[in-house]
């Protein structure tokens, strides 16, 4: 279902003047100063005690981009879903803010039908829908006209009254990224980011991609700093709300046994991968602004390389853990442009087969130039410069179009100093801990044994452990643990503003390397795939392989 805010398509290359970001071909083009072209869980002992449920404070929650397709399939089913298991205050209130002329009936109707298409339980409960639904409200106007806000703040105000929201606001930016400014400036405006002694707390959450390259993310974290303090906003990467993601903190420092072995004495390399085995989609135009680097490098592959990296935070709270983690990023120096080429791999897919079905290349996709030079792959060899981790390399990759959707994280540790077993007829494999973060959640611990029988002969063998076997319970979507914690006034899982200009000052040298050189011959690797040649040859020249998932 198309949405208000999506970038409609003007043909392959088509850009109208001023119509946003440039492309990376645009970029390089411009650099070289040459014209651009166009059921309820079972009972489970393991389970006990493993959470304990705060209830939020009565709020409003003010969705700007209501209409957007982000809303309907993320941020309203995840609402929805906390409210189905009591998660939320009987005195919530939700306000979407929109330009269709909607009333707060069909507007309510809209979601309906989006939550029988993208909610995470189905069927829907009638009356569970019919309570939810009857603090759905809808406020039309334009993110410009500073009318809309001086009409929210009434509105706002007059909910406070009749449903007891006690002041208490969270604004919830699902808008395209060039409006984050706009609806900002004119918050602060109305003094709706405005927290009195006793008159209620006020956040706001801003969606990603935050910023475009290092100075576009200074740029918009001094527009944010002039309405909101840093502890009212809460930047969403929803990697972060993954469970599993969550629980590498807890699998570090809550066990003995592994932190002490986290440790450049003890480990090899480690591999991060995010891998999708679904094209662009009908997101051509926004990846086309993007690419891999800016979709997946500076966010997904940046914030599981600090929570991998990360020393003991002091405290388990938000910012002794986002300290640690720009303390990671501060230890890693930008690339040189040599470096860059040195380090870094960039591909883009072109026609293949995926799960025994024919595809197109990215230059066939909807709304992609056919000449582009956007990367869908991208793979980095990186280090970090402090004590415990000074050496060890870090190999990063996310792509577009690969043979399968995984996300893992995998700590490949050092070979034993001596073969001890000369006569096993071959060497077992060094020891593994493989962290699945996605779909098949779990930990994968390899490591030599002995084979039964007569002799000694030692292969390699796997201890699995799965969630869905162990706790017997659906774990909840990232966007439902982030809003609720946004709602808690819990900031861990957000990123600090420290923390994004830090990622992009790692990344951006990458990008502008990239503007004032030629692209690799693209495409440069063929959907199904796991990506181009150079990304294997980039572990090889290490004796290193990517690990096979």
Do not use: C
Not at 225 to 243: N, P, T, W
Not at 422 to 444: F, T, V, W
Not at 451 to 480: I, Q
Request: aromatic share 10%; glycine share 10%.
């Amino acid at each position: 279902m198309s949405r208000p805010g999506q970038r409609g398509s003007g043909g392959p290359g088509h850009r109208p003047a001023n119509d946003g970001p440039l492309t990376a071909r645009e970029l390089r083009l411009s650099r070289a100063g040459r014209k651009r072209s166009a059921p309820k869980p079972a009972g489970n002992p393991l389970r006990e005690g493993l959470r304990l449920e705060r209830m939020p404070d009565p709020a409003a929650f003010v969705l700007f981009g209501g209409t957007g397709d982000l809303a309907h399939r993320k941020v309203v089913p995840a609402l929805f879903q906390l409210w189905r298991t009591n998660l939320l205050p009987h005195e919530l209130s939700i306000v979407a803010i929109g330009r269709r002329p909607y009333s707060d009936e069909t507007f309510r109707g809209e979601l309906r039908v989006s939550l029988d298409e993208f909610s995470r339980v189905l069927p829907i409960d009638t009356a569970v829908w019919e309570a939810f639904a009857g603090r759905i409200s809808y406020h039309r106007g334009d993110f410009g006209d500073p009318l809309l806000y001086e009409g929210l703040a009434a509105r706002l105000d007059a909910l406070d009254e009749e449903r007891g929201t006690l002041g208490n606001r969270l604004f919830y930016l699902a808008t395209q990224p060039s409006a984050f400014a706009e609806i900002i400036a004119g918050l602060g405006r109305a003094g709706l980011d405005h927290e009195q002694h006793g008159a209620g707390w006020r956040r706001i959450v801003i969606e990603k991609p935050f910023g475009r390259d290092l100075t576009s993310a200074i740029r918009l974290n001094r527009e944010v700093g002039k309405v909101f303090r840093e502890s009212q906003v809460y930047r969403i990467d929803h990697y972060l709300g993954k469970e599993t993601v969550r629980n590498i903190l807890v699998f570090r420092f809550g066990n003995g046994i592994f932190e002490p072995i986290w440790h450049r004495r003890y480990v090899d390399h480690v591999q991060i991968t995010v891998a999708e085995s679904i094209g662009v989609g009908s997101r051509g135009s926004f990846y086309e602004e993007s690419g891999a680097s800016r979709d997946f490098l500076q966010n997904h592959l940046m914030q599981l390389l600090a929570l991998v990296a990360m020393e003991p935070p002091a405290t388990f709270d938000a910012d002794a853990l986002r300290d640690e983690k720009v303390k990671v990023l501060r230890a890693m120096e930008p690339m040189a442009p040599a470096d860059v080429a040195a380090n870094v791999i960039r591909g883009q897919y072109g026609p293949g087969w995926v799960a025994g079905e024919p595809v197109a290349g990215y230059r066939d996709e909807p709304e992609v130039d056919p000449q582009s030079e956007t990367e869908t792959y991208v793979a980095a060899r990186l280090f970090i410069d402090d004590w415990r981790w000074a050496g060890v390399p870090f190999y990063l990759r996310a792509g577009k179009r690969l043979p399968k959707r995984a996300t893992e994280i995998a700590i490949q540790f050092k070979q034993v100093p001596h073969a001890l077993f000369k006569e096993s007829n071959a060497d077992p494999e060094a020891n593994l801990l493989a962290l699945r973060i996605q779909p098949d959640e779990g930990i994968l611990l390899r490591f030599a044994a002995k084979v039964p029988g007569l002799g000694v002969d030692v292969r390699s063998v796997n201890m699995d452990f799965t969630y869905g076997s162990a706790f017997s319970v659906d774990s909840p979507d990232a966007y439902e643990t982030l809003i609720l914690d946004a709602l808690l006034g819990d900031a861990s899982l957000f990123t600090r503003s420290d923390e994004v200009e830090k990622a992009w000052g790692i990344v951006t040298p990458v990008i502008e390397a990239w503007a004032d050189d030629a692209p690799p011959e693209f495409p440069n690797y063929a959907a199904g795939s796991w990506g181009p040649d150079a990304a294997e040859s980039l572990l090889l020249r290490d004796g290193r392989r990517w690990r096979r998932i």
